[in-house]
């Protein structure tokens, strides 16, 4: 009979892994990347470090100031100090404009973004000071949530921390900031907090983050871009629907654990695997359909303003308008001068790096959880992209929800670059000994 420590050495050399050849090579780096894994009060420090840098070079270089950008001076700087002085000094929240025009509905208006919490900062400041400081946070958002997100999936520290920075870097984010379009960056810096929500609630099967998630959804709407978040509501449920059909697959084989860095998780069992599925797909539509309640209160107003919109869903070739051309396109491998050879609204480079490293990770399936979901929503949004280029858009065009709704789907590069940054992660991540946990 084996002693019972023998027994307890026994089980944890070969379940450990590190047990074994504890003195290797491999265990004295895996050792030393464990020592050298950040804190996360240090991790939300480097990412507000970015975040500066960015913000610094988007105000400083000359010709790319925020300030500069026609949209923020013939626009949403007059509509923010109305909203100001309507405060501070009349008492009353605007919900009508009678400076424009002969007057508009101003609630309705969704882009003036008047229950938007982050509108405080221009309630509660100058234009000089609120502008850059709502700029910041925004972006500081975009790169904690996509931080948290890749953790969420399992990965280590220094990739969450390559994917914070390169998603709010990324090319969308810095375009439409630069012309002024304050409502973007805004709602850009909610997506990966709603994915998060989405991959909690399927891990670990938690009400909460169906309430967590449907508040992000809710503030992003309130921010104003409609577009993106639409492009959060498909393809964050597209994702929640491929990690379920991912996790139903795992929980099918016993090494399903280890089949794809996915687990089958909480409520994910064998005997029971449709009441699972049903489940899971249930908590993601929740999340999504409560945050549609969340911002009811300014999508109603405006949806009765849009149906008098000229914007208004107008068929296909409305759909179709401001697709990116293919040959525009290739700039996402190299680096285009924006506003040179590469209009504001196609612009979506995001990094050589994080090609090379989605390819790598693509290439050798050394993907984290819902890894492999990426190159297909990858894919699906690049169809979206490029229009009527491909005879593919056109059945897109009849099948997904709400497509026929906006134009200029060349914005769907934000979902390209969000998805290739997530596929990039889980190579650095591979890299670093897939020490996430």
Excluded at 60 to 72: A, H, I, K, M, T
Excluded at 234 to 245: A, I
Aim: hydrophobic share 55%.
């Amino acid at each position: 009979m084996v002693p019972a420590r023998a027994r307890s050495r026994h089980r944890a050399g070969p379940a450990g892994g590190h047990r074994r050849g504890a003195g290797s090579p491999a265990a004295q780096q895996a050792g030393t990347l464990e020592a050298a894994r950040p804190a996360a009060p240090r991790l939300a420090l480097l990412i507000l470090a970015a975040a500066l840098v960015v913000v610094g070079l988007v105000f400083l270089v000359p010709g790319e100031r925020l300030s500069q950008g026609y949209d923020w001076f013939q626009i949403w700087a007059y509509h923010k100090e109305f909203i100001r002085s309507s405060i501070l000094q009349d008492g009353t929240v605007p919900l009508w404009c009678r400076w424009s025009f002969s007057g508009k509905p101003f609630l309705a208006d969704v882009e003036s973004q008047l229950l938007y919490p982050g509108t405080l900062l221009h309630v509660l400041l100058p234009s000089r000071l609120a502008l850059p400081l709502d700029v910041l946070v925004h972006f500081a958002l975009a790169g904690l949530g996509m931080h948290l997100f890749c953790r969420s999936r399992g990965m280590h520290p220094w990739a969450g921390l390559f994917a914070g920075v390169a998603f709010l870097a990324c090319g969308f984010n810095i375009a439409h900031t630069t012309v002024g379009h304050i409502h973007y960056y805004a709602a850009v810096a909610w997506m990966p907090f709603v994915f998060l929500a989405v991959e909690k609630w399927l891990e670990g099967g938690r009400a909460v983050w169906i309430a967590l998630g449907a508040l992000s959804v809710g503030v992003q709407f309130l921010a104003g871009a409609l577009q993106v978040s639409w492009m959060t509501i498909v393809f964050g449920g597209l994702y929640g629907g491929g990690r379920v059909l991912e996790k139903a697959w795992a929980s099918r084989a016993p090494d399903g654990a280890a089949r794809g860095g996915s687990s089958p998780g909480a409520g994910w069992t064998r005997a029971r695997p449709l009441r699972a599925v049903a489940l899971g797909l249930a908590g993601v539509g929740a999340i999504f359909a409560l945050g549609l309640a969340v911002a009811g209160a300014q999508l109603l107003p405006t949806r009765e303003l849009a149906s008098l919109s000229l914007r208004e869903g107008r068929g296909y070739e409305f759909a179709t308008l401001d697709s990116m051309p293919p040959g525009v396109a290739s700039h996402l491998l190299a680096p285009g001068r924006l506003g040179g050879a590469v209009e504001w609204e196609f612009y979506g480079y995001f990094g050589i790096a994080a090609i090379g490293l989605a390819a790598a990770a693509l290439g050798a399936r050394l993907f984290r959880r819902g890894g492999a979901v990426f190159a297909l929503l990858a894919l699906l949004a690049a169809l979206m992209m490029l229009g009527d280029a491909t005879p593919f858009f056109r059945v897109l065009y009849a099948l997904v929800p709400g497509l026929s709704l906006f134009r200029a789907h060349a914005r769907e590069v934000l979902v390209v670059s969000f998805s290739v940054i997530c596929m990039a992660a889980s190579g650095v991540d591979a890299a670093l000994g897939g020490m996430g946990r």
